[in-house]
């Protein structure tokens, strides 16, 4: 079993910033890719930013030059810095990661959620 623990969700001005951070626990061999995706109200889920196992990774182009995404393997934990954040960035935030435990299996685990609000 593995779970992820988010957090660092809140009430920010446009313009302000935010630190989000996903812990994972568990019987964790090693994790490859993890996630930070979003759902804003009455909207779809959608991929913010992902870093992989190489430290590569890749951003919506929304997002581009204003979020940063990084990882402490050590910790199991995931990070999203958030600049110059916009209303339109209001959204339930969610972490993911493809796991590796103990038997083998890459296990696809989410986060349960930490709410963002950009507003005045």
């Known amino acids: 079993q593995v779970q992820l623990v988010e957090a660092g969700g809140g009430l920010v001005q446009p313009g302000g910033s935010l630190r989000l951070s996903c812990a994972a626990s568990?019987?964790?061999?090693?994790?490859?890719?993890m996630g930070w995706y979003r759902q804003a109200p009455g909207k779809k889920r959608e991929s913010v930013a992902q870093?992989?196992?190489?430290?590569?990774?890749g951003y919506a182009d929304s997002v581009k030059g204003r979020f940063t995404i990084s990882r402490d393997n050590a910790k199991n934990t995931v990070y999203l810095q958030m600049n110059t954040l916009k209303p339109e960035g209001t959204a339930v935030y969610y972490c993911?990661?493809?796991?590796?435990?103990?038997?083998?299996?890459?296990?696809?685990?989410w986060g349960q959620g930490t709410l963002v609000t950009v507003s005045l």
């Open positions: 993911q990661m493809n796991v590796v435990v103990e038997s083998g299996r890459i296990l696809e685990v």
């Open positions: 568990g019987s964790i061999i090693m994790i490859t890719t």
């Open positions: 870093i992989f196992s190489d430290n590569s990774s």
